[in-house]
């Protein structure tokens, strides 16, 4: 029996735990280990006699581990084992807490994570205790538990369930190199703490969207790269862009969490530039609602009642104010800028004629009564663009979008159109969009990159074109259908009809998760605020859209013939456009929903499907992709359906070809004439406009490449590696990488190399 003197002897001995915390002796702490091991009572002080006779001050807790082993295994060595490996087992939990390895932990979470039957989830369970107990390893992670119950959930056959019971998450490796050298995915992020945490948010979340809400057959086809699903990380919770209309916040004021329960709430603006910042901040919260860019239609005339009797100095003055608010309110999704646009009128269009015109929460005659006002608006804002900042450089947003109506090339808008010419000659920065063939409707706006809506669907301009946008849009590689078809039509069509079936599905999951992230869990109010019974947000009418990258490298290996080389394959990417057109048009009247097809932006995924295919189809890509082998970052397609950056061609041969799609592309479509620089006059730039406004090219710009010394601040066109004003080479370059002007230093390697090969095209 151990005596009470025995105990007291040792009260005082110092053990020194394995952290290298001393602490003393506790016998009482030692005899509840042992019962929890199983030890029986009667053996209890004989295990302990043999403790306290051989411990000594400064002895481990390793050491008395040891010699409790070693004595349990003269009584039972099964027992002696359970005990040793019961002390090692200790796990480091998600909570960063150490606790002891429980196997009813792991079968609990099967049961509420997988739904397994019970039988299975014990014996995995029963399973994993037995691998843990073979590692020698200091401690056990969650995740590590995580991936030992998930090879045995695919050794038993339950793949789908493994899919449910991953654990998503980064390596340290990637999180360190995104803190050390950021992402180059979107080059409107700039690398900062904000961006960081963005980048390393987006991956697991991509991983989620993969995981939990994509069917593996969608996620598969993606992570091939048969199709690609942007904005992934954003696929649980918001939909894309939205073209806004600011009367409703003019007359009934602003709340920018759509509820006014956790920001302060504006009455209706009365002063201009309160109206402006409305107008800027209406932008910033929908923003936190969607993924995508944000746009304003109409924007000089819903502010033109605010401007009536103001002088011009004032009203450039007051756009000064909304062009920096918009490159200054650094507070977007990762600390970047709203990724911001407007539409901009020459002329009150007939549909808003007749219409009140909303100031300060009163009607004060009609919008027809303000065209005066609304070209000055236009005007102010055209000079401050011409302006620049404070270091002579453009102003990366809004988008800035003119429409060309009827008026548009009449004596009364001359002078206001050649300002217009001159910004684009100086900077590059105006899109136009060509509102004289028919089927653009009475109203067509445009936004972020060139997500199109038009007043084709209703009727109703207000309702087809204002309060809302695109749901989402997912890319098919055409390209890799080609590879795939070996020459076969029937086969190639056959194919991307697959695909499209694919994105259908994935859009319609999309959609179904956007519903309820709106209208059952209402985490998006601002969207959701409603403005005389209605919601805002229009979500109803939204497109659903169909994208596609690599017409041309698909027409060069199928036919033999790009784009630019000969009229059967400019009809033959008509047939394959078309043939995209009629099945989204099917849709349509399946389902009611409005889906559409877009050149799609491929900022990275014209880069990521040219390296996937030259990984899985090397030789078939070597024989038409661009960019280096040796270098496969720099692989790329062409964007959508356009001719390759370096076809040898005029503008009017590139017109003539590229017009042949933006009519199939009912949900957005550009034309770039790239390098302007070399040709920038004014008066060249705005008789091609006129030449251009009579074909079917519905929106296009002028991308002009500008240098611009960070020493001496002088500005030039090109992409100049040195200042020729001061000699620095510390020099800001920047050019359009699909849709918006961005500083090249932030580009992705792919974008780097099509910037290379961009070609002048003479007119």
């Given at each position: 029996m151990i005596s009470l003197k025995d105990v007291e002897s040792k009260a005082n001995i110092i053990i020194i735990k394995k952290n290298g915390i001393k602490e003393k002796f506790n016998i009482n702490k030692l005899v509840k280990s042992l019962v929890n091991c199983g030890v029986e009572y009667k053996d209890l002080d004989y295990i302990v006699s043999e403790v306290l006779s051989k411990i000594y001050n400064g002895i481990t807790t390793e050491e008395i581990k040891n010699i409790v082993y070693n004595t349990l295994k003269k009584i039972n060595k099964e027992l002696a084992e359970k005990y040793n490996n019961e002390i090692i087992l200790k796990v480091r939990t998600s909570e960063k807490e150490f606790e002891p390895f429980n196997k009813e932990k792991i079968y609990k979470?099967?049961?509420?994570?997988?739904n397994i039957p019970k039988d299975i989830a014990k014996k995995i369970a029963d399973d994993v205790e037995r691998e843990l107990k073979k590692l020698k390893v200091k401690y056990l992670t969650a995740p590590m538990i995580r991936e030992i119950v998930n090879y045995k959930l695919i050794?038993?056959?339950?793949?789908?369930?493994?899919?449910?019971?991953?654990?998503?998450?980064?390596?340290?490796?990637?999180?360190t190199k995104l803190i050390k050298s950021g992402s180059r995915e979107n080059a409107n992020l700039m690398y900062n703490p904000e961006s960081i945490h963005k980048w390393i948010a987006d991956e697991v979340m991509k991983q989620y969207a993969l995981l939990a809400i994509?069917?593996?057959?969608?996620?598969?086809?993606?992570?091939?790269?048969?199709?690609?699903?942007?904005?992934?990380?954003?696929?649980?919770?918001?939909?894309?862009?939205?073209?806004?209309?600011?009367?409703?916040?003019?007359?009934?004021?602003?709340?920018?969490?759509?509820?006014?329960?956790?920001?302060?709430?504006?009455?209706?603006?009365?002063?201009?530039?309160?109206?402006i910042q409305h107008a800027a901040k209406v932008m910033m919260a929908a923003q936190t609602n969607m993924s995508g860019g944000q746009s304003i239609d109409e924007f000089n005339i819903w502010l033109a009642p605010y401007v009536k009797g103001l002088d011009y100095k004032r009203i450039k003055q007051l756009m000064q104010m909304f062009i920096y608010e918009m490159n200054q309110m650094y507070v977007s999704r990762g600390g970047q800028c709203v990724f911001s646009s407007i539409n901009l009128e020459l002329e009150i269009p007939n549909y808003l004629k007749d219409k009140p015109a909303i100031i300060a929460g009163t009607e004060r005659g009609t919008y027809e009564e303000y065209e005066e006002e609304a070209k000055l608006i236009l005007e102010a804002l055209v000079d401050v663009m011409m302006e620049g900042d404070a270091m002579g450089k453009p102003f990366i947003f809004p988008n800035f979008i003119i429409k060309l109506r009827e008026k548009a090339f009449k004596d009364e808008n001359k002078e206001l159109m050649e300002k217009i010419h001159k910004l684009s000659a100086k900077y590059g920065i105006p899109y136009f969009i060509n509102m004289f063939p028919d089927w653009q409707g009475e109203n067509t706006n445009s936004m972020g990159c060139r997500t199109r809506l038009s007043n084709n669907w209703t009727g109703n301009p207000e309702v087809d074109t204002l309060r809302t946008g695109n749901m989402q849009w997912y890319t098919v590689n055409l390209p890799r259908i080609a590879y795939e078809a070996r020459g076969d039509d029937n086969k190639l069509f056959e194919i991307l009809r697959e695909r499209l079936e694919v994105l259908k599905e994935a859009l319609l999951i999309k959609h179904n998760i956007t519903l309820e992230r709106l209208y059952e869990d209402k985490m998006l109010p601002f969207l959701t605020q409603k403005f005389d019974g209605e919601d805002y947000y229009r979500y109803e009418n939204t497109t659903k859209t169909f994208g596609f990258v690599g017409l041309n490298e698909m027409l060069k290996f199928h036919i033999g013939k790009e784009l630019h080389e000969d009229k059967e394959a400019v009809r033959f990417g008509e047939k394959v456009i078309s043939f995209m057109r009629d099945y989204a048009d099917e849709l349509k009247s399946e389902t009611g929903l409005r889906w559409t097809i877009t050149q799609t932006p491929a900022e990275s995924c014209a880069g990521r499907f040219a390296r996937l295919d030259y990984k899985h189809y090397k030789e078939e890509t070597l024989s038409v992709v661009r960019g280096n082998p040796d270098e496969p970052s720099s692989l790329y397609y062409t964007n959508s359906s356009h001719v390759r950056v370096d076809a040898p061609i005029s503008i009017g041969e590139k017109v003539r070809i590229e017009e042949v799609f933006h009519p199939i592309c009912n949900g957005g479509h550009i034309l770039h004439i790239w390098n302007m620089e070399k040709a920038s006059d004014p008066e060249v730039l705005y008789e091609l406009t006129k030449k251009i406004t009579k074909t079917n090219i519905g929106y296009w710009t002028y991308t002009k490449n500008l240098s611009i010394c960070n020493d001496c601040r002088y500005g030039t066109g090109g992409l100049l590696n040195r200042c020729p004003n001061c000699s620095s080479n510390n020099i800001a370059k920047f050019s359009r990488i699909t849709g918006y002007l961005q500083n090249i230093s932030n580009w992705n390697r792919a974008k780097i190399e099509e910037l290379k090969d961009r070609r002048f095209l003479k007119p």
């Open positions: 979470s099967l049961i509420k994570e997988t050794e038993y056959g339950y793949e789908e369930e493994r899919h449910k019971y991953t654990r998503v998450g980064l390596p340290i490796y990637d999180i994509f069917p593996k057959y969608i996620a598969d086809a993606h992570l091939k790269g048969d199709i690609h699903l942007h904005d992934l990380e954003y696929a649980y919770s918001r939909p894309v862009c939205l073209q806004h209309d600011l009367r409703p916040f003019f007359k009934y004021g602003l709340k920018v969490d759509g509820h006014g329960q956790h920001t302060c709430v504006s009455k209706p603006a009365k002063h201009p530039e309160v109206a």
